[in-house]
């Protein structure tokens, strides 16, 4: 084996010297060596294709990276991980020049982590004059003082989000964290205070003596506000998003909130959350504050009792370029709350250019799993062009399925339904008084119904002997879009079909098949557009029907298959194996009653399960496949190293191959190396002169 000179003339100089004076010489000659190894190899990486890049494009990437990570370990943007540090890794210890990078971009560094005093006294070294950003959900455990210290740097602040479940009173180094929050912030963009619960907890509206100048975003949860006149608000708030602590909670006069709207002239979004006025006899006109308070708004979002949601809209005009989002929220103290329409009716003055557009198109579902609130969305013509919809108002209210054509009836009374063209019902029962409130709209074309029955729907359209008298329902109605329908029922009225109750024999037994009726209505139709879309009990055979009849293209996504989702529930659990039905399936088989003519008898039901059963099978396979090439793939990725210490304290710098450039990372996971990280850039910072 060749060596060099020097090593070689070293070790056939070991005779004759001190064994402790020849190891000196062997350790500084193995020092030597490292040294040069390491130049050579930061020669080596220096020549690789991804180190070509300028420094200004590279720091560019690693903040993009340092971005990309932000949060995704969170709930909602909050947490202690919230500020993820695994982009450190694979940016600042892959290779010299990349640290020596990433280390000269002070904005790299200015996203704080308080995973430990150390870690955020390193952030604050590194991030130099850059503007900060404090990410902080103090739990049930107080704020740290490594926490409190980052908030005095509140010249460099840009962005502060402090979330807690727990009063602020209440908390280790509060009284701290509103005394930081009380200096100038003259750089300060976004600023959101989140949870903290409790009617005593007081904005911390004495802060900011000298305002908040750029302030751009501001949200505060669960607070109290006492004087409107001390928030941060000024020209540049774009977002203002107020959630107070409940129904009796601390609400400003109309006076108060007029006077802290009038400072934001370029609010984009306003969230109101029980922060509205309440009605009272001295309230100002609608025709006193006429001029707009926030001309470039656009959407307007108000949660809370109607009797405080009427007063808002009575008392402030809301531009035509904002879309509403009202959320009514019940009481429990016995209050009276208002009805719908103590919502519509002042929306018609304070919205008034929108409400004369007229209404484009109205939808109806569900506002919670138990069908016990309703969303009504609307979309009115105002601003609405082949590119772009118009605005939209969206109600969501406690309410049950009779409720639903009252609601109906006050949208008719209120706002201008005469130009509607589209309606949409997704999930929801349809009743003869809904229909009722529909069905003589001179525009009214378009009927989308979704996930539901529709039996109410076809005894609502015109008949043959009604249409002899001149009887015009749905007089424009021509394109019906079905979505999640059932063809197969044994009530029109009712919500649950027959396929749904397979144990019930007499229920299935007097199902009722109802796409021969809704083709003889529609036939009284000009019909220009069909969609059927994965429907249940409507095969190739009852598409072609349709578009005989009706003479014109039903379109349809070819899903004829009743019992596909619940086999491959039924898989799942053991139910149906091997693509065949099992023992509790073949029970409903002798009960089922299909129907012969249309070739839907048990032999046929049992044939297309089996053929869904293989296929079905085959894709578990090639599923399968993919997952094994999948962890092929990690495995490969395991092979990569970068950069690590010696025992020693000393950095080695591996080369960089050729097929390794593209980007990869190795060395151990987040949660392994993170323990280290503190030690490892102590060790760095060393070397590098900083000071801890």
């Known amino acids: 084996m060749m060596w060099s000179s020097a090593t070689q003339h070293l070790l056939q100089a070991q005779h004759g010297i001190d064994a402790e004076a020849y190891r000196t010489k062997l350790k500084e000659r193995v020092a030597e060596l490292e040294a040069e190894i390491r130049a050579i190899k930061s ?25 990309s990570t932000q949060g995704q370990n969170s709930n909602n943007g909050f947490g202690q991980n919230a500020v993820d540090r695994s982009w450190m890794r694979s940016t600042s210890q892959v290779c010299r020049r990349w640290r020596d990078v990433a280390l000269a971009c002070p904005a790299l560094w200015s996203r704080l982590s308080f995973a430990s005093a150390e870690i955020t006294k390193l952030m604050l070294l590194r991030s130099k004059n850059a503007p900060l950003s404090v990410v902080y959900d103090e739990g049930n455990a107080g704020f740290p003082q490594h926490v409190v210290d980052a908030l005095s740097h509140s010249h460099r602040m840009r962005a502060i989000e402090i979330g807690s479940d727990y009063s602020l009173l209440d908390l280790v180094n509060a009284d701290d964290v509103q005394s930081r929050l009380s200096r100038p912030v003259p750089i300060l963009e976004y600023l959101v205070l989140r949870g903290f619960f409790g009617p005593d907890y007081p904005f911390p509206g004495g802060s900011f003596p000298e305002g908040a100048p750029a302030l751009k975003y501001l949200k505060a949860r669960g607070c109290a506000i006492s004087n409107w006149q001390a928030l941060p608000l000024g020209p540049n ?4 998003d ?38 009272d006899d001295t309230q100002p006109s609608l025709s006193d504050l006429q001029h707009s308070l926030f001309p470039k ?10 009797l405080a949601i009427s007063t808002f809209l009575r008392s402030f005009p809301v531009p035509p370029s904002a879309s509403i989002e009202i959320t009514r929220f019940a009481r429990i103290d016995g209050v009276r709350e208002g009805t719908l329409e103590d919502i519509l009716a002042p929306l018609s003055s304070s919205w008034l250019r929108v409400v004369q557009s007229g209404a484009h198109s109205i939808a109806i579902r569900p506002g919670d799993p138990s069908s016990t609130r309703y969303i009504y969305e609307a979309e009115f013509n105002y601003g609405r062009d082949q590119t772009r919809s118009g605005r939209i108002l969206h109600i969501n209210t406690p309410g049950t399925p009779e409720s639903i054509g009252h609601a ?19 999930s929801i029962i349809l009743l003869d008084t809904m229909w009722d409130a529909l069905f003589d709209l001179p525009q009214l074309a378009e009927i989308h119904i979704e996930n539901t029955t529709i039996g109410s729907f076809i005894d609502a359209l015109v008949d043959s002997t009604a ?32 396929f749904f109750a397979p144990d019930n024999t007499e229920r299935a037994g007097k199902a009722t098949f109802i796409l021969g009726c809704l083709v003889k209505k529609m036939e009284l139709y000009s019909m220009d557009v069909v969609s059927i879309e994965h429907c249940w009990n409507f095969n190739r055979e009852h598409w072609e029907t349709m578009q005989e009849y009706l003479g014109v293209k039903v379109v349809w996504d070819g899903f004829e298959d009743p019992l596909e989702e619940e086999r491959e529930e039924g898989e799942e659990e053991g139910v149906f194996e091997g693509g065949k039905r099992g023992e509790e399936a073949e029970e409903w088989e002798d009960e089922y009653d299909g129907d012969e003519e249309n070739g839907e008898g048990p032999e046929d039901l049992e044939e297309v399960g089996g053929e869904r059963g293989e296929e079905g099978g085959e894709e578990t396979e090639e599923t399968g496949d993919f997952i094994n090439e999948e962890r092929g793939g990690g495995e490969e990725a395991e092979e990569f190293e970068g950069e690590c210490e010696d025992s020693d304290g000393t950095e080695t710098d591996y080369v960089i191959d050729e097929e390794e450039e593209n980007g990869k990372e190795a060395g151990k996971s987040g949660g392994e190396w993170e323990e ?11 070397r590098e002169g900083e000071e801890y």
Not at 54 to 64: A, C, G, V, W
């Open 676 to 686: 280290d990280l503190v030690e490892e850039d102590e060790c760095q910072g060393r």
């Open 467 to 498: 249409a002899e008298c001149g009887l015009k329902r749905f007089p424009a109605f021509s394109a019906l879009y079905l979505k999640e329908v059932d063809f197969q029922c044994d009530d029109f009225d009712s919500m649950v079909p027959a």
């Open 297 to 306: 708004l656009t959407i307007l979002r108000l949660h809370d009792e109607f």
């Open 237 to 240: 708030l774009t977002t203002l």
């Open 408 to 426: 109906l009836l006050m949208f008719r009374v209120c706002l201008d339904l005469s130009t509607l063209s589209v309606f949409t019902a997704n």
């Open 242 to 279: 107020l959630h107070g602590y409940s129904f009796r909670g601390l609400r400003p006069s109309i006076e108060e909130l007029h006077g802290a709207l009038k400072q934001v002239p370029s609010l984009l979004e306003l969230n109101l959350t029980f922060f509205l006025p309440l009605d």
């Open 43 to 67: 020669h080596h990486n220096a020549l690789a294709r991804c180190n070509r890049l300028p420094p200004e494009i590279l720091s560019t990437i690693f903040l993009l990276v340092a971005h």
